[in-house]
């Protein structure tokens, strides 16, 4: 546990980082010289908030089903449900939809305008299928193959995204979703170790 709890500080230390920098940019960036670079930081800045408000209600979400599970052992499977609907949703909007239909205007404006980028949100929805079936048929034993999965999917798709931020190959607002890719990383960990535990009994 004390592993998760470091894990989750790691986490929230990278959305904060990415919001300050992003804002303080924003607000020392000219309106009058250069109004489109502005505008991307404030696009920035509100994506990598709004993530951040889905990753604190991701773990109030934790905190509430842990609590619940003390009374309801079996509020497991409920608890998997809920978080791994927000994944799905996620996958289909934004990194899936978005990234097909989007302009290329926008796309362009976010940095995001590479063909690799309609690709992935080609992948996403694809990955949304497959992720839907542990949802729908958790007690099937592919079910924890595709959960195992999950975990490495998660967080190669975070270190490799990271990676590219880094070397300036792509910019903040794909690096914005790095945090919930590792959040999600760990939550297929963890719920591949309950379901082989739960295999085994």
């Known amino acids: 546990m004390k592993i ?32 489109g670079q502005r505008r991307l930081w404030a696009y920035e800045s509100w994506i990598i908030f709004s993530f951040y408000g889905l990753f604190l209600f991701l773990t109030l979400l934790e905190k509430e089903f842990k609590i619940g599970k003390i009374k309801r052992p079996h509020l497991h499977l409920a608890e998997f449900k809920k978080l791994l609907l927000v994944n799905l949703i ?23 305008n590479s063909v690799y980028w309609r690709i992935l949100g080609g992948m996403s929805l694809v990955g949304a299928l497959i992720y839907y079936f542990p949802y729908r048929f958790y007690a099937k034993r592919l079910s924890y193959y595709i ?28 690096w914005s979703a790095t945090p919930l890719l590792f959040y999600f990383a760990y939550f297929f960990k ?6 082989k535990h739960l295999a085994k009994k």
């Open 190 to 195: 963890e719920q591949a170790e309950k379901y």
């Open 147 to 174: 959960i195992a999965f999950g975990a490495l999917d998660n967080f190669l798709a975070g270190a490799i995204v990271t990676a590219l931020f880094v070397s300036k190959r792509v910019g903040l607002v794909a």
């Open 90 to 112: 996620l996958l289909v909007f934004p990194w899936g939809l978005f990234l097909l239909f989007a302009p290329a205007s926008m796309l362009e404006l976010l940095k995001l």
């Open 4 to 35: 998760k709890k470091y894990y989750y500080y790691f986490l929230h230390l990278m959305f904060i980082v990415g919001l300050f920098y992003a804002f303080g940019n924003f607000i020392t960036t000219s309106r009058k010289f250069d109004f």
